[in-house]
């Protein structure tokens, strides 16, 4: 496995950001794609993170945070949306419309069970913009997806 960047595999890592667990999680996923050579930009760790912020009205927080979204979407190649929650997160919903808008190459990371109804486990409009999911209801077990597909394939 080459920790080397890759040229044109900029990641935008949409993901839930809001509790400790959903932090480390997305930071060991980002982690398996840098171990894979992509440049991954993680917005709570390489952005704006609202809550670390002070002296800052709503509206500066808001703006501050869409454009520099909004910016790192542009810049990547692909996105990388780890979709677990009862809900994907709204944010990265967003994030995953405005890069399938620019024609961006669209992933996502399915560990959690909540949503599974109906034979359908995430809205078709998710899904239909994904070149592919890697889902498993075991953590590991996805990350170890993951690490066999990048093993043998570019995202």
Known sequence: MSTE???GKKVYFACPMFAAMEKEYGLKLAG???KHGYDVFVPFRDGYEA???EG???DELVRMIFEKDLEEVRKADILFFLLDGRAPD???CMELGMAYAYGKRCYGFKTDTRTVEMS???NPMITGAMTKIFRDFDGDTAIKLLEDYLAH???
Do not use: I, M, R
């Open 120 to 122: 359908l486990d995430l």
């Open 5 to 7: 960047k890759k040229t």
């Open 90 to 92: 709204e944010g990265g």
């Open 56 to 58: 800052k009205t709503e």
């Open 153 to 155: 394939n570019d995202l």
């Open 32 to 34: 398996v794609l840098q």
């Open 51 to 53: 809550a670390a912020f």
